[in-house]
Every structure is written in C-alpha cells, then in structure tokens.
C-alpha cells in the first residue's frame, strides 16, 4: 500500500515538473536588454526614416542570436512586412510589395524554456495586426530595413492604451503621446 502511494506521489510530481517544462517552452519569457538611445518625437521619427509604411506581417524568416561564452551579444529576427501603404519614401515599391525588416529581438531555447531577448521595450510584431513603421533602409541591402528608434518606430493600429494593446514591453510617457499624434496623423 505505501508503494503504491509512492509511485503515485512520484508520478504525480514528475508529470508536474513535465507540464511545467512544457509550458515554459511553449510560453516565451521576455528579456529585455537596456538601452541608451535618443528618445524620438514624431517630427524626428520622420526625419530619420527613409520609408515610413502601413503593413503587416507575413512571417517570421530567419532568427539569429549570436552568442559569447554562452552570453547573448548580438541577435535579430528577419520579418516579412506586406506593405498596404506607404506614407512616405520610395513610392517604386508597390502597394503590395513585400519589404523585409530586422526586428530588435531574437529567440533562444534553454533547458527551463524558451527566451525573448528584446533591446529596450520593444516586442515583436504579430501576426494579423497592422501597424505604422518608421524604416531606414540597410546599406546596400535592397528592400531590406531596420525600425527606426526600436520600439519608438513600431506603431500597433489600437486605441487601446496598456503595454499589452500597443506590443511595447514598457510604456512611458513619450511613447503613449507618440503613439497618439501617430494615430492622429496617419490611421486616417
């Protein structure tokens, strides 16, 4: 009867420990690196972008995490952005054209689950969502782009105002007041 009764302990606990490592893989921890970099108005965003775009994403196309004695030190995600609009640049590309951009994040698989690595509070873009970004075109990489001021150049259609509805991993104030004149100017 005790044998039992541990055996079925055991097993209990294993099968705990297991959906626990399952969840952990399956749900991403986000780990956002600090940043110092300039903080943008929306006069500056502009300014420094050489395509300025209303999209979504299409897919994910490469993750790239570069790695140190077993550090992070450098990593990107590749995303295909089908374009609906553009608002400013090289009116050449079609409405329907596919750019490419490098998102600030990268995605690593660890033994306790699966990270998020992040620059500053930027989250990556997803799926079925539209969103205004400000580009400035990589050297001599054709249709290929970087968002402008990370996750200041990454604008989520939404009137909602939690870290949640605007992709951002922290809110501050510049970036609430950004994402408004933003939405005034361009999601008309």
């Given at each position: 009867m005790l044998k039992n009764t541990l055996i079925a302990s055991s097993s209990g606990f294993v099968l705990a420990v297991m959906l626990v490592l399952i969840y952990n893989h399956i749900n991403a921890d986000i780990v956002a690196t600090h940043v110092d970099g300039p903080t943008y108005?929306?006069?500056?965003?502009?300014k420094s972008s050489d395509l300025i775009v209303k999209g979504k994403m299409t897919q994910k196309l490469k993750n790239v995490v570069n790695m140190h004695e077993g550090l992070p030190i450098d990593f990107w995600?590749?995303?295909?952005?089908k374009i609906q609009k553009i608002l400013?640049?090289?009116f050449d590309i079609n409405k329907q054209?596919?750019?490419?951009?490098?998102e600030p994040y990268g995605t690593v698989r660890n033994p306790f689950g699966l990270d998020i690595l992040t620059t500053g509070a930027y989250l990556p873009i997803k799926e079925n969502k539209s969103y205004i970004l400000f580009l400035y075109q990589r050297d001599g990489e054709g249709k290929k782009y970087d968002i402008v001021g990370w996750y200041q150049g990454k604008h989520v259609f939404t009137t909602g105002e939690t870290e949640k509805d605007l992709d951002i991993g922290h809110l501050d104030v510049n970036y609430k007041n950004l994402h408004k004149q933003v939405l005034n100017k361009y999601y008309k």
């Amino acid at each position: 009867m005790l044998k039992n009764t541990l055996i079925a302990s055991s097993s209990g606990f294993v099968l705990a420990v297991m959906l626990v490592l399952i969840y952990n893989h399956i749900n991403a921890d986000i780990v956002a690196t600090h940043v110092d970099g300039p903080t943008y108005s929306l006069e500056d965003l502009e300014k420094s972008s050489d395509l300025i775009v209303k999209g979504k994403m299409t897919q994910k196309l490469k993750n790239v995490v570069n790695m140190h004695e077993g550090l992070p030190i450098d990593f990107w995600t590749t995303t295909e952005f089908k374009i609906q609009k553009i608002l400013k640049g090289d009116f050449d590309i079609n409405k329907q054209d596919k750019i490419i951009i490098q998102e600030p994040y990268g995605t690593v698989r660890n033994p306790f689950g699966l990270d998020i690595l992040t620059t500053g509070a930027y989250l990556p873009i997803k799926e079925n969502k539209s969103y205004i970004l400000f580009l400035y075109q990589r050297d001599g990489e054709g249709k290929k782009y970087d968002i402008v001021g990370w996750y200041q150049g990454k604008h989520v259609f939404t009137t909602g105002e939690t870290e949640k509805d605007l992709d951002i991993g922290h809110l501050d104030v510049n970036y609430k007041n950004l994402h408004k004149q933003v939405l005034n100017k361009y999601y008309k």
